[in-house]
C-alpha cells in the first residue's frame, strides 16, 4: 500500500515563500503521476500543479509563474515550491499519486497524502 506524506505548510505573510514535499513509501514512485491539491476554506478542491513520470508537469492557470513542481525520484520525493503568496493561496494543500496518466480530476487519484495547511495573510 503506498502512503504520501506532505510537509512544509504554515504561516507565511503575502509575498512569502513555501516549499511543500510530498514523501511516498512506493518502491516504483518513479511511474507516478503526482499532483499537488488544494482546498480552501468554503471552497471546491482543485489541482494546482502535476508532474508526469518524465519529468514534464503542467499548472493552474493562478499560480503559474510562481509556483514550481518538481520531484526527486531517488529519495521518492516531490516538491511544491510557492512564490509570491497571497491570501487566495490559503488551504490545506495535499499530493495524490496515481500510476503513468495525470489528471485534474481528484476523483481519478486513489491515493493520498492527510494534507498540509498553507495560510497567508495580508
Known amino acids: 500500500q503506498v502512503q504520501l506524506v506532505e510537509s512544509g505548510g504554515g504561516s507565511v505573510q503575502t509575498g512569502g515563500s513555501l516549499r511543500l514535499s510530498c514523501a511516498a513509501s512506493a518502491n516504483d514512485y518513479s511511474s507516478f503521476c503526482v499532483t499537488w491539491f488544494r482546498q480552501g476554506p468554503g471552497k471546491e478542491r482543485e489541482g494546482v500543479a502535476y508532474?508526469?513520470?518524465?519529468?514534464?508537469?503542467e499548472y493552474y492557470a493562478p499560480v503559474k509563474g510562481r509556483f514550481t513542481i518538481s520531484r526527486d525520484n531517488a529519495k521518492k520525493m516531490v516538491f511544491l515550491q510557492m512564490n509570491s503568496l497571497n491570501p487566495d493561496d490559503t488551504a490545506t494543500y495535499s499530493c495524490?499519486?496515481?500510476?503513468?496518466?495525470?489528471?485534474?480530476?481528484?476523483?481519478?487519484?486513489?491515493?493520498w497524502g492527510q494534507g498540509t495547511q498553507v495560510t497567508v495573510s495580508s
Open positions: 495524490a499519486a496515481r500510476r503513468y496518466a495525470c489528471s485534474w480530476s481528484p476523483g481519478d487519484y486513489g491515493i
Open positions: 508532474i508526469f513520470p518524465n519529468g514534464n508537469t
